[in-house]
Structures are given as C-alpha cells and as structure tokens.
Nanobody
Framework: QVQLVESGGGLVQPGGSLRLSCAASRSIFSFNAMDWYRQATVKERELVARITTGGRTNYADSVKGRFTISRDNAKNTVYLQMNSLKPEDTAVYYC????????WGQGTQVTVSS
C-alpha cells in the first residue's frame, strides 16, 4: 500500500503558473511510472503527463510546451510545473502511481479564472 498526497493547487489567473507536488509514502522508484491526471466537471479523467522510472516523459497534446513533469526520487515526490495556464486547464488534478497495483491520490483543485 502507498499513500499519495497532492498539494499546490489553487486559483490562478489565465497566463499564470502553479506547481503541483505529489508526495508518496514510499519509494516511487518501485513504480513503472508516475502520472498526473486531471478531471474537469462532466468530463472523463484524462492523462496529462507521465514520467517513467528511466526519466522519459509524455504529455497530452493540450499541455505540451506549457507543463513539465519531474521527479525527485530521494524525496519520493513528483512535480507538475504548469505555465501559461488557461481556463480550460481548470480541473481536479490527481497523482497516480503506475505499477502492478495502481494508486491514486485524493486530488487537488486547480482553477484558472480572472
């Protein structure tokens, strides 16, 4: 079992930035990859970014060039740097650990509005 705790969400104006953090209760190196998903109201949960154990990254087309995923294995933490935020980025953002058993965090709300 592992607990994932997200933080860093909030209200930001369009064009602004936020950095989300996901702290794991044990080593994230044991997972194949760490992901950030998001779910907007009345929409399905979608994969935003993924970083593998080897450091390869993948992004949804809608966030390429604006979001950056990174990991600090020593701190068991994954980050999502979000720049040039748009109103359509408004959603609850979830951290996910990809392995034989998948784990989810509780989510953190990101609202982009003027």
């Amino acid at each position: 079992q592992v607990q994932l705790v997200e933080s860093g969400g909030g209200l930001v104006q369009p064009g602004g930035s936020l950095r989300l953090s996901c702290a794991a209760s044990r080593s994230i190196f044991s997972f194949n990859a760490m992901d950030w998903y998001r779910q907007a109201t009345v929409k399905e949960r979608e994969l935003v970014a993924r970083i593998t154990t080897g450091g390869r990254t993948n992004y949804a087309d809608s966030v390429k060039g604006r979001f950056t995923i990174s990991r600090d294995n020593a701190k068991n933490t994954v980050y999502l740097q979000m720049n040039s935020l748009k109103p359509e980025d408004t959603a609850v953002y979830y951290c996910h650990a990809l392995g034989r058993d998948g784990y989810w965090g509780q989510g953190t709300q990101v609202t982009v509005s003027s």
